[in-house]
């Protein structure tokens, strides 16, 4: 069964750190691109970052950058998304996507809708 897996999310207090995994079953990200989404109490999914398949592109939401990296691990097949000077605001659920064709780059646009396999989301949450 092809699938995204997201773990790593948790409770972190503001100005902390945490990383969140993006693991594939069934098949390997090596040819993908992956997005991270997220989607805060009451409001729509929203961008936050992506890397392309070749790991040369990367994308991050101007809220995210300079404290958010997103990185790729071949051998375990997994893409990561080091959070760090965690803030309030930064409290979603997460999700991690793979882009529709083409698959290996970044949609300039980073639309939900260019999006097509989805993890089941992480919950994050930051105290102040």
């Known amino acids: 069964q092809v699938q995204l897996v997201e773990s790593g999310g948790g409770l972190v207090q503001a100005g902390g750190s945490l990383r969140l995994s993006c693991a594939a079953s069934?098949?390997?990200?090596?040819?993908?691109?992956i997005g991270w989404f997220r989607q805060a109490p009451g409001k729509e999914r929203d961008r936050v970052s992506c890397?392309?398949?070749?790991?040369?592109?990367?994308y991050y939401t101007d809220s995210v950058k300079g404290r958010f990296t997103i990185s790729r691990d071949k051998a375990k097949n997994t893409v990561y998304l080091q959070m760090n000077s965690a803030k309030p605001t930064d409290t979603a659920v997460y999700y991690c996507?793979?882009?529709?064709?083409?698959?290996?780059?970044?949609?300039?646009?980073?639309?939900?809708?260019?999006?097509?396999?989805w993890g089941q989301g992480i919950q994050v949450t930051v105290s102040s």
């Open positions: 996507a793979i882009p529709l064709y083409p698959a290996t780059y970044c949609p300039s646009s980073m639309a939900l809708t260019k999006f097509g396999t």
């Open positions: 069934g098949f390997t990200l090596d040819y993908y691109a």
């Open positions: 890397i392309s398949a070749s790991n040369s592109s990367t």
